[in-house]
C-alpha cells in the first residue's frame, strides 16, 4: 500500500514521447498537422443540469489481444506495442509511433479522493514543466471509465530534449474506488497537434478496459 507513483508514471511516459517524436522529421511532422484538440470520454455522458447519467454497466472482457497485471487488462489492437508493464502501470505505444496510452491501477494508503489525484497530477506535471495548464477552452468534467467513477481533464504544456520543444498535452483520467483505498489512472500523452488524432484511434482501448481491483 503507497501513494500513487504519479511522478514516476508521468516520467516513464514523457521519456518514451520524447524517445518516439524525437528527430527533426517527427515533430515536423506533428507540427504540420492541424492544431485541433479533443478530449477522452467515460463510459457516459457527463451530468448535465436536467439529471444524472444512467447508470453504467461493468464492462465485459475485452476480445482479442490485451495486456494485464495485477491491476487492470487493456486491450492491445493490431499495430499497437505494449513498451512498459510492471503491477500497477501498462504503457502502450500507438502504431504511429507518436503517442503514449499509460493505464495504472493499485491500492492506495492513505486513502485518497480522485480530485486529491487530480491535485497531485497537477503538480507533479507543474514541477517538471512549469509552463503547464489546461488547455484552452478545456475544462474539469466527472464521469466513469469502466466502471470506475472520476474526473477527466487536459493540460499542455512544452517538452523540451536536445535543443527541440514539442509542445504537448496530456489528457487525464483519474478515479477511486468507494473507500478511496485504490486508485485509477489513465494519461494519453503526445504533441498537442496530435490529440485529436490520437483520442479517435484509442477509443477502443478506453472503452475496453477492465480494472481487476473494487
Known sequence: ??????????AAVVGLVVIMAGCGTAIALLGNKANNSAAITGDVPSPTP????????????PQGPTAENNGETVPVPTGWVVVAKDNETITLADPAGLAALAVASAPQSPTMTAQQQKSGLDAALTSKYPDTKPCGNSRT????????QGLFWQLCFTIVSNGQSLPAE????????ADGSVFYGVILLTAQTYMQNFVSESAPILKGIVWKLK
Do not use: D, E, K
Not at 468534467?141 to 470506475?148: A, E, I, M
Not at 487525464?172 to 474506488?177: A, Q, W, Y
Open 141 to 148: 468534467t466527472t464521469g466513469s471509465l469502466g466502471g470506475v
Open 1 to 10: 500500500m503507497h501513494r500513487t507513483p504519479w511522478v514516476l508514471i508521468i
Open 170 to 177: 496530456a489528457n487525464l483520467f483519474v478515479g477511486t474506488n
Open 50 to 61: 436536467a439529471g444524472s447519467p444512467s447508470p453504467v454497466a461493468s464492462p465485459t472482457a
